[in-house]
């Protein structure tokens, strides 16, 4: 798919700066927007319209928020090629109903390594859900877009305005490059401060 409407989006962010402006413009421009815990709240309190992603999926947040996105409601929408009809099939006869945008960054796992936390509890700071997300969309890159940091809004934005809120391939590839890149480094990190 050269050009992909994008109509429907998950936020799910750690680093709120930008957020609120990068989700008006989707919002006003027709964007469904469904989200999780701060993020939501962060949206909700801009007067945003939001679904949380329990009502997506009908299932609440458990295990102190350790399971929230990790869920085929979600990942299926997420993961469906749009150019395979059969997929398409699926979601309708499974009442899914498909994203196009996932814009999600990382529980800041270096902020962890940098107060000394006990072992125990940096393990809390590694994000699980998060980067599931970035890697499910960014293999689907031809039906979906991700958006894997704040310094990506402004581009995002630019593309989605001169192709009338689709995005293009090109676009969706150097973004998914970059959601690999950023979940590598992420997983670097966490490797060497947990190696003993």
């Not at 050009?3 to 429907?8: D, E, F, K, M, S």
């Not at 390594?113 to 969309?137: F, K, M, N, T, Y």
């Not at 293999?139 to 809004?153: A, C, Q, R």
Request: charged content about 20%; proline content about 5%.
């Amino acid at each position: 798919m050269e050009l992909l409407p994008i109509r429907r989006a998950i936020l799910s962010v750690t680093d709120k700066s930008g957020l609120v402006e990068f989700a008006s413009f989707l919002s006003s421009n027709g964007v469904e927007l469904v989200s999780t815990g701060g993020t939501m709240k962060a949206l909700e309190n801009a007067g945003l319209p939001v679904h949380s992603v329990s009502s997506v999926t009908g299932f609440p947040e458990i295990l102190n928020g350790r399971v929230k996105t990790l869920h085929p409601k979600i990942h299926a929408g997420i993961l469906a090629n749009k150019d395979v009809p059969e997929h398409m099939q699926v979601l309708e006869e499974m009442q899914i109903k498909p994203f196009d945008l996932v814009c999600v960054n990382l529980y800041n796992f270096a902020g962890a390594i940098a107060r000394h936390l006990s072992l125990e509890q940096a393990v809390e700071e590694i994000d699980i859900g998060g980067p599931c997300l970035i890697r499910a969309a960014a293999k689907n890159f031809h039906s979906m877009l991700v958006i894997p940091g704040t310094e990506w809004y402004g581009p995002t934005m630019e593309d989605l305005k001169e192709h009338n809120m689709c995005s293009s391939l090109l676009f969706r590839q150097r973004m998914a490059s970059r959601a690999f890149d950023a979940t590598s480094r992420y997983d670097a990190l966490i490797t060497s401060y947990i190696r003993p």
